[in-house]
C-alpha cells in the first residue's frame, strides 16, 4: 500500500506510481504505475480518453496467479510492453492525518496492450513458467465465442479500444467509492444506458445501478468484470439509446 497525500493535483490515478506489495509491505521497486497509450493527462478534468491507435496492438486480458500483481506488471514493463493495472483506493487516518492508500482494484488481471505474437513470447518465456509451481501469467479466455477451427476452445480475451478507454476513465479517478462489483451487489436489475455528464465521472458510459442504497453507474468490461462509479445524481447523466462499448 502506498501513502497519496502529496500526490499532485494533476496526476492521474492510474499514473501514480503506488506500491502495495504481495505481503502487504512497500515494494519500492516494483511499483503500479500504469504505462498504458490510453491515459490523457488529465482525464479527471473531462478530457476524453483515446488509445493511440496500433492496428497491430489489442488489450489482452491475462490472469496473474495470486499475490503476483507487482512481479507481473514488472515483467511486462521489462519486455517494453505497454499494460495497465487499475487502483482503489482507501482513506485512512495515521497520526492523526487523512490519508489515501492504494491497492489493485483487480489483483487477478493484468492488461496488457500489445500483438498476438508478444503476448504468445511473453506467456512462453522462462521467467513466467520456470521455476514455479504456478505461471505467473496465463490468458484469460473469452468463453462467450469458440475458436473457428476448435469449437471446443475458446480464445484469448480481447477487450476493444472504446470499451477499454471507458474502464480507465472511471478506473483513474482518485475516489475511494468506486468498487468492483458483482451482480450479488446489484439490489436491481441494471437500468438504462448513460453517460454522465458532469461532475467527476463525466464522459464514463454505463447502466445505472442501486449499490450500497446509492445510485451509480457501472461499466461492465467483460462477462464478470463490473466495477461501479460513486453515487450519481439523476441530473448529472443523460439517457443513451446503446452503448456497444462491449464486444
Known amino acids: 500500500m502506498e501513502d497519496t497525500t502529496n500526490l499532485s493535483p494533476k496526476a492521474d490515478a492510474s499514473l501514480y506510481n503506488g506500491q502495495p506489495s504481495d505481503t502487504g509491505s512497500s515494494c519500492p521497486s516494483a511499483g503500479l504505475t500504469s504505462r498504458t497509450p490510453s491515459i490523457s493527462e488529465d482525464t479527471r478534468n473531462g478530457v476524453s480518453v483515446e488509445n493511440v491507435l496500433d492496428a497491430s496492438k489489442q488489450w489482452f486480458v491475462l490472469r496473474v496467479s495470486y499475490g503476483r500483481i507487482i512481479k507481473a506488471k514488472a515483467f511486462v514493463e521489462s519486455k517494453g510492453l505497454e499494460c495497465y493495472v487499475p487502483l482503489k483506493y482507501k482513506e485512512i487516518k495515521k497520526q492523526g492525518k487523512k490519508r489515501i492508500i492504494s491497492t489493485p482494484l483487480l489483483p487477478s488481471f493484468i492488461f496488457v496492450y500489445a500483438t498476438a505474437e508478444q503476448v504468445e513470447a511473453l506467456l512462453h518465456d522462462n521467467k513466467v513458467v520456470a521455476n514455479e509451481s504456478r505461471p505467473l501469467l496465463s490468458y484469460y479466455f473469452d468463453h462467450t465465442i469458440h475458436l473457428q477451427d476448435n469449437p471446443n476452445r475458446n ?91 462491449l464486444g
Open 155 to 245: 480464445p484469448p480475451l480481447i477487450i476493444r479500444d472504446e470499451a477499454m478507454n471507458n474502464f480507465i476513465l472511471l478506473t483513474s479517478i482518485k475516489n475511494p467509492h468506486i468498487i468492483p462489483v458483482t451482480s450479488d451487489n446489484i439490489q436491481f436489475k441494471l437500468g438504462d444506458n448513460v453517460v454522465v455528464t458532469e461532475g467527476e465521472f463525466k464522459g464514463v458510459h454505463g447502466r445505472v445501478a442501486r449499490i450500497a442504497g446509492q445510485q451509480r453507474v457501472v461499466v461492465e468490461l467483460f462477462d464478470g468484470c463490473l466495477v461501479a462509479t460513486a453515487y450519481v445524481p439523476k441530473e448529472a447523466m443523460s439517457k443513451e439509446k446503446s452503448i456497444t462499448l
